[in-house]
């Protein structure tokens, strides 16, 4: 896939000062991604690609701290619940070699798409012509019967003040969070982030800001691998 507008090579081009401290990443690619399925709250693991994805992103952002001394190890780990981001998290955490347990946020799960979970995009488009398209433009605010869209938005952002409040308390500097891309893009919306296609090992480069996880410059670290 393409690198979204602003990204050289996995690095944030015009990097905003001082938005270094958190790195957001959607997980790498579940079986389900490589079947074309909607996964919602469904828990598929990775797929053998989805494990060399986040092995090598690892490593990239190993070597990138160790060949820039002012910039410090990540000293946080925070997950979703569900497998697909806890296993890129544990993957990504050896390639850094990060002590410690993550800390796992239920409250970062993928939006709930009800029925649609399990199916493709033709099976849904079969099924309730014209769904999807509702939903891409808003008018659908219930995916598949399943979460309301401003409930979903209002669980992250709700999810993202208890993650700050708890690197408030371990006094993290730098905050690694790897969860979805409803999720990302749920964190884009509530505060006026550019929202993207967010790819797997995609996201953003942000900041923790009065109590909140704010987005700010597009990262995607498969662009210009796969």
Known sequence: CGSPPGIVNGMAAGTVEGTEGLLLLRHAQSTWNAAGRW???????????????????????????EENPGEAPFDLLVTSDLERARRTGALLAAALDLAGEPVVEAGLREHDVGRWTGLTRDEIEARWPGEIERFSTGALTRPGGGEDRAAFGGRVVEAGRRVAAVAARREAGRILI????GVLRALARATG??????????????????????????????????
């Open 39 to 65: 996964q919602g709250w469904a828990d598929p693991p990775l797929s053998a690609d989805g494990e060399r994805q986040a092995t090598e992103v690892g490593t990239r952002l190993r070597a990138a701290t």
């Open 178 to 181: 790897v969860t979805h891309g």
């Open 193 to 226: 982030a550019v929202e993207y296609r967010i790819g797997h090992l995609a996201g953003y480069r942000g900041a923790v800001v009065h109590g909140e996880l704010v987005p700010a410059t597009p990262v995607d670290f498969l662009g210009s691998m796969d």
